[in-house]
């Protein structure tokens, strides 16, 4: 079946770094991969939708120059976060749609 | 955009009893209903899913049903076990495939 490979599993990152999150269509083709945010004990909240050759498209209240995605070719999206803070750690994790939408197994960020 | 409500937030069952996870969602355009169980720090993995031309769908000890009028679905899950704890999430599809998760229901099998 389909895979998404997410990469990192864990970071921990001093506050104003950056940090990048990978993920990876294994045996198919992604050409949109859906991201979202999960912080503890609440639902997964969709923050942008990467589309292979065109530009993001960001939901609403969510900061695309502090969020940065690139979807780099039909295998590969990534996630920066810039400048992170505290307040960005989370789960995230990101998903590509078709067959039941296949998910990455998801980041957890902690910001110290 | 779609609107996707999970209720009840906590469900407690002894092993054997059944479960039931009801969702409801606001567009009436929606046509994939999946559900997804989440372990704690793993990623969501889909169980069930539901388009809406049909009303049920069952696989083995889960089942889902949809009623299309009343824009509302819901998980079965029959004969709990323990390993069957975890937190449950119902989706609906909005335009340009973007699920849109509900809040979440935490099952607790007790043994």
């Known amino acids: 079946g389909a895979v998404v490979s997410q990469h990192p599993s864990r970071v921990i990152c001093k506050s104003g770094t950056s940090v990048k999150i990978e993920c990876r269509s294994l045996?198919?083709?992604?050409?949109?991969m859906f991201w979202y945010r999960q912080f503890p004990k609440q639902s997964l909240m969709l923050m942008a939708t990467?589309?292979?050759?065109?530009?993001?498209?960001?939901e609403q209240g969510v900061e695309k120059d502090k969020f940065l995605i690139n979807h780099a070719s039909l295998t590969l999206s990534t996630l920066t976060v810039t400048s992170a803070h505290p307040e960005d750690s989370s789960f995230y994790i990101c998903?590509?749609?078709?067959?039941?939408?296949?998910f990455g197994s998801g980041t957890r960020l902690t910001v110290v | 955009g779609e609107n996707v409500e999970q209720h009840p937030s906590t469900l407690s069952v002894q092993e054997g009893d059944s479960a039931v996870i009801k969702c409801t969602y606001s567009?009436?355009?929606?046509?994939?209903f999946p559900w997804y169980k989440q372990e704690l720090g793993k990623r969501p993995q889909l169980i069930i899913d539901?388009?809406?031309?049909?009303g049920e769908k069952k696989d083995q000890r889960i089942a889902v049903t949809l009623n299309k009028t009343a824009k509302h679905f819901s998980l079965h899950i029959t004969e709990t076990q323990p390993e069957d704890s975890a937190v449950y999430f119902c989706?609906?599809?909005?335009?340009?495939?973007?699920?849109?998760f509900g809040a979440g229901t935490i099952l607790r099998v007790k043994s």
């Open positions: 998903s590509a749609p078709g067959n039941g939408y296949t």
């Open positions: 045996d198919f083709q992604a050409t949109t």
């Open positions: 990467s589309n292979e050759g065109s530009k993001a498209t960001y």
């Open positions: 567009d009436s355009a929606s046509n994939y």
């Open positions: 539901i388009r809406s031309n049909v």
């Open positions: 989706a609906g599809m909005e335009y340009g495939n973007k699920l849109v």
